[in-house]
């Protein structure tokens, strides 16, 4: 079975920094490209970020350039997105997705932005 | 940006419906199209994906077709688990866009 498993999201102050992580799991994850998708509260989705099975390449939204990185550590199974220099309006459920068609969704981790 | 207009935004139907959602896209993206179901407090569930293939384990009552921009998901013989709210979402080109959603409500 197919498993993607986001932690890391909390409480955060403006300009503060946070790490998440995705542990994946059922399939052979360096064999895929790998996203994140964002939704805040209330709102619709919104893609975040792709990263290919090699690492290269990587594409970010421009909202999102400059200020978050996405990694990924295939011996690991894992994916990882460094979120830097965050606004109040990054308030959002971060979702960990296998590949480009969203084949399969992880629960989300929960990110506060707020002072 | 390729942006996805979905209509209706909100519907309204009967148990037993048959309904079809529609998602345009600004320019072309062939077929690379996929559709989303999301309960409330859930993570979006994988329905449809190059525009017209089931994902494995979603039943035949889920089905997509078209190709370029007009693009339609028809759910067959509604029943109370699939009023919910159902996202387009093209990956022809980046950034990848999502529609705003169509919320299937019960009448």
């Known amino acids: 079975e197919v498993q993607l498993v986001e932690s890391g999201g909390g409480l955060v102050q403006p300009g503060g920094s946070l790490r998440l992580s995705c542990a994946a799991s059922?399939?052979?994850?360096?064999?895929?490209?790998m996203n994140w998708v964002r939704q805040a509260p209330g709102k619709g989705l919104e893609w975040v970020s792709y990263?290919?099975?090699?690492?290269?390449?990587?594409y970010y939204a421009d909202s999102m350039k400059g200020r978050f990185t996405v990694s990924r550590d295939n011996a690991k199974n894992s994916l990882y997105l460094q979120m830097n220099s965050l606004r109040v309006e990054d308030t959002a459920m971060y979702y960990c997705?296998?590949?480009?068609?969203?084949?399969?969704w992880g629960q989300g981790t929960l990110v506060t932005v707020s002072s | 940006d390729i942006h996805l207009t979905q209509s209706p935004s909100s519907l309204s139907a009967s148990v037993g419906d048959r309904v079809t959602l529609t998602c345009r896209a600004s320019q072309g993206i062939s077929n690379y199209l996929a559709w989303y179901q999301q309960k409330p407090g859930k993570a979006p569930k994988s329905l449809i994906f190059a525009a017209s293939s089931l994902q494995g384990g979603v039943p035949s009552k889920f089905s997509g077709s078209g190709s370029g921009t007009e693009f339609t998901l028809t759910i067959t013989s509604l029943q109370p688990e699939d009023f919910a709210t159902y996202y387009c979402q093209q990956y022809h080109s980046y950034p990848i866009t999502f529609g705003q959603g169509t919320r299937l409500e019960i009448k």
């Open positions: 059922g399939f052979s994850f360096s064999s895929y490209s």
């Open positions: 990263i290919s099975s090699s690492s290269r390449p990587i």
């Open positions: 997705v296998r590949d480009v068609s969203g084949r399969n």
